[in-house]
C-alpha cells in the first residue's frame, strides 16, 4: 500500500479512548514499539469470529496488544510471555487498571525458554517479538495450536525493507534475511494454510488443517 491509504485506514481505525489512548500515548512519548491501530482491529475482527477461549503472546510489551484481543472477547483468556522485566510490570499494572488481571497469565521470561514447557493447547496465538527468533516460536506455536486453530505473526515485512528491491543497510541486513527466509517458510509449511496481509507492518496469519 502506499503511503496515502495507509494514512487514510489508520485514520479510520485508530478510534482508541481511555486506557488504550493512554498507553498508545505512553508507547508513543518512549519509543515502546505496538501494534498499529488497523492491525488491532484485524485482531479484534479475528477474535469475534474464532471467538478462542484460550490466547498465547509472545511479546507483550506493556500489555496493549493483549488488552485489544481480552477486550474482544469477555470468555477468552490469555498467557502472554514478556522478556523485559520493566514492560512486564508497566503491563501488569495496565491489566489492573483495564480490571483483566484475572483473565491474564504474565510469564517473565525468555520465551525460548518459557515454550519449550508449555503443554496447554491454545485456539489462537499471536506473535509479535524478536525478529530473529520467529521461525522458533513458530515451530513451538505449531506444536500448541489446538487444530483449526489462528497462528499470526507481526512485522514480518519489517518496516518495508522486507519487500524492498533496493539493497538493505548492514545493521538491517541480518533480520531482513531472516523474515524473508522465515515468509517462505510458513508459506511452504505442511500441516498450515498461510497468507500474508500487508496492513501495519505486515501479518502473516496461519491456520492449522
Known sequence: MIDS???????????SQGLLKEIESYASDNFIPIIKPEVAKFLETIIKIKQPENILEIGTAVGY???VMLLAHENCKILTIEKNMDMAEIAKENFLKASLLDRVELIKGDALDVLPCLNKKYDLIFIDAAKGH???FFDESLRL???????ICDNILYKGYVAAEKHVKHKRRTIVYRMR????????????????????DGLSISVKE
Open 5 to 15: 491509504d495507509i494514512k487514510f485506514i489508520r485514520q479510520l481505525f485508530d478510534l
Open 65 to 67: 496488544s493483549s488488552i
Open 134 to 136: 520467529y521461525k522458533e
Open 145 to 151: 495450536l489446538s487444530d483449526r486453530g489462528i497462528l
Open 181 to 200: 527466509d522465515f515468509i517462505l517458510y510458513v508459506l511452504n509449511k505442511t500441516g498450515i494454510s498461510t497468507s500474508i496481509i500487508p496492513i501495519g
